[in-house]
């Protein structure tokens, strides 16, 4: 017989897995924490020794807890898809043990966003498929399809998915190629701008009007541009666990947040923050000199 002790502690081992996962479906980790304590206290109700397979019971659970959140959330009519923004995890860019750990749970903004946009069951789907490899066999069940439907569901995500830029090269590399769009745009130097940039650069905007998405290095010129001049201090931060940018104003207050995707030596993908009120419940890094 299994002592509650022992589950305690199985339990335990699963949480990062769970956390993670939930974190990829509910973009949201106070969500994905609260679908973690859920699955447990579903866990202590159950006739522990009727589990055969702990890690698969639970992949289930948390998976119906997520996408009846989701599907809660979609009910909702004064949520919108730009309110219901995913949680991010900014950094300072170092490579210590501390934020190795805090990242590792974390997905590239610009995927976060798109899975975003997805149908709960579609997003689900795709998320245990293709992230978590569970069988389809699996997250029919869990979706209430059959096994044909839940592969036509992550198949539909995967399509709507593909075109998400997706980061390529180690992290010194992706820096390098930041760190030389960040000393281009303060010197003005837009030619330099034009060889870190790729031609069809997809920028996703977020700000107080709204969301914009522009594609093409001609927005982001012009970008800078008009920024010419402004008395901001900018550094290069981490932003779920991808080189990012993150500038604050004379006063100290965060301005705009940066997620830069690279790839083959380029910047081929951004998602701008400058909504002052997002920007205000982040937990940010603070400005050099502070």
């Known amino acids: 017989m299994t002592t509650e002790s022992q589950w305690a502690q199985a339990f335990e081992q699963e949480r990062h897995r769970l956390l993670a996962l939930a974190y990829r479906v509910l973009a949201s980790w106070s969500d994905a924490e609260d679908a973690v304590q859920e699955a447990w206290l579903r866990l202590s109700r159950q006739d522990i020794d009727a589990i055969d397979n702990l890690q698969g019971w639970l992949t289930t659970v948390i998976s119906r807890i997520c996408i009846d959140t989701l599907r809660s959330r979609a009910a909702r009519p004064e949520v919108s898809i730009d309110q219901d923004f995913p ?126 998405v522009t594609t093409g290095s001609s927005a982001v010129l012009e970008a800078v541009r008009r920024g010419q001049g402004a008395r901001i201090t900018v550094r290069r931060v981490l932003v779920n666990g991808e080189p990012g940018i993150l500038g604050w104003g004379p006063t100290g207050r965060p301005l705009a947040l940066m997620a830069c995707t690279v790839r083959s030596g380029r910047l081929v993908g951004i998602v701008s923050i400058s909504d002052p009120v997002r920007l205000a419940g982040m937990e940010l890094p603070d400005p050099p000199g502070a």
């Open 87 to 212: 949680d991010l995890v900014v950094t300072d860019d170092r490579d210590t043990p501390e934020e190795t750990a805090v990242l590792s749970d974390s997905v590239g903004l610009a995927l976060l966003v798109v899975l975003g946009s997805l149908r709960p069951d579609e997003r689900l789907a795709f998320v245990l498929h293709d992230m978590f490899a569970v069988p389809f066999a699996e997250i029919g069940p869990i979706v209430g399809r059959s096994a044909e439907a839940a592969k036509m569901l992550a198949s539909r995500a995967r399509r709507k998915v593909q075109d998400v830029p997706t980061p390529a090269g180690d992290r010194r590399a992706q820096r390098e190629v930041v760190d030389a769009f960040l000393a281009a745009a303060r010197d003005g130097d837009f030619d330099a701008l034009l060889r870190v940039l790729d031609p069809e650069v997809s920028w996703r905007q977020h700000t107080v009007r709204g969301v914009t």
